[in-house]
């Protein structure tokens, strides 16, 4: 059974927190801290960087990023898996994939099933799940 989970999201996604609430009530720890920054946090990062005169790949480089990053890292590699809720974007792909590219279970919830675009990109993941509770309902099975 996964004892630990990473919740991927986006900040500007407000069931992320509810969502990370509902798997710690299965007893799993579910890390999503990175919320905490609010949802302006990257652009607020962006317009600091570029006032200074950076632009994005000097911005990368600089602590304040290096911190972000390193924290985040840190966490995605100490839990046993990683869920992305969608809408995400671009970050939390990568995160997805870093992690099942460090041969941890990956998994996509979309919050219903998908009208506008498919992508099969998606067949990475170990498990999609077309709802919160779905995928809910397969962590009480133990794996």
Do not use: C
Not at 38 to 59: H, I, P, S, V
Not at 80 to 104: D, M, N, Q, W
Not at 105 to 131: C, H, L, N
């Amino acid at each position: 059974m996964i004892k630990s989970i990473y919740v991927i999201g986006s900040l500007r996604n407000p069931n992320v927190t509810e969502f990370s609430n509902q798997i710690e009530n299965l007893g799993i720890e579910a890390f999503s801290s990175w919320m905490g920054a609010g949802e302006r946090a990257d652009d607020a990062w962006k317009e600091y960087q570029t006032a200074r005169g950076l632009d994005f790949g000097e911005a990368l480089k600089e602590y304040a990023a290096q911190h972000v990053f390193k924290f985040d890292k840190f966490h995605l590699d100490r839990t046993e898996a990683a869920v992305l809720l969608l809408p995400a974007g671009k970050s939390g792909h990568l995160e997805l994939g870093y992690t099942i590219g460090h041969g941890k279970p990956g998994y996509i919830v979309f919050e219903q099933m998908p009208e506008d675009r498919w992508d099969v990109m998606y067949a990475f993941a170990t498990k999609v799940f077309f709802s919160r509770q779905e995928f809910l309902d397969e962590l009480r099975i133990p794996f």
